[in-house]
Every structure is written in structure tokens, then in C-alpha cells.
């Protein structure tokens, strides 16, 4: 009985590029479903007018961005940051402990943000790319 290793069927190659565009495609309807379900629960927990003003406004953003982010990065790490900033900033600013536990969350998310730039300029170096 001859048995032979049959090779490993080979794999796409697929851009860094591609990689940093579906991490923050996720993370945009990541976003998009925390807006959502916010503005949700706005008619079970009332929240401050603000608040709700700002969310919907985020919601309307994230929403808009989606067709156009996909071509550009500086749109798609735009909106993330704004949408983001218009959850944090209130909240921070009504009760500024809540800005300690909020440090501690930036070391992994600085983490992220750094890997997702390294990973976007990884295939503009001069190395040519692998066929």
C-alpha cells in the first residue's frame, strides 16, 4: 500500500491593506450597533438631551460613511473617531472619574490602533510582494 502526502492547497494572498479595511469595517458596525442600541434604550433610560442629540447625529455619520470608507482610510478611522468621541466626551465630562477606568481601556486600544497602522503600511515598503 503506497500512501502520499498530498500538498496543501495554496492560499490567496491577500493585501495587509485588506486586513486594516475589515478590521475597521468591523469596527464601524460594531459602532453602529452600540449607537443603535443606545438610542434604543433612550425610551427605557431616559439619557440627557445631549446625549441623545450627539448619538443620533453618530448614527446618522456611521451610517453615511459606510459606501465611501470603502476606498478611503483617513474616512474610515475619521468617522470611528468621531463617532467614538461623541459617546466618551459626555459622559467624561458629567463625572470626570469615569476618566480613570477609560486610561486603563486606551492601553489596548493604542495596542489595536498601532497594529492597524503597522499593518497598513506594511506593504508599502520596498520588499516586492510574494506572487
Sequence with gaps: MNIQAVPPAPVPA???NQVEKGASLFLL??????????LGFSGVWPMPRIDFDLSAVALVVVLASFWPARKHRGLRLGVIVFASATQLVPMVVR????????LGGLIP???LIGCLVALA?????GSPKPP
Design 14 to 16: 491577500r493585501s495587509w
Design 29 to 38: 458596525t460594531v459602532l453602529l450597533c452600540v449607537l443603535g442600541m443606545r
Design 95 to 102: 463625572e470626570p472619574v469615569l476618566l480613570f477606568p477609560l
Design 109 to 111: 486600544v493604542a495596542i
Design 121 to 125: 503600511h506594511k506593504d508599502r515598503g
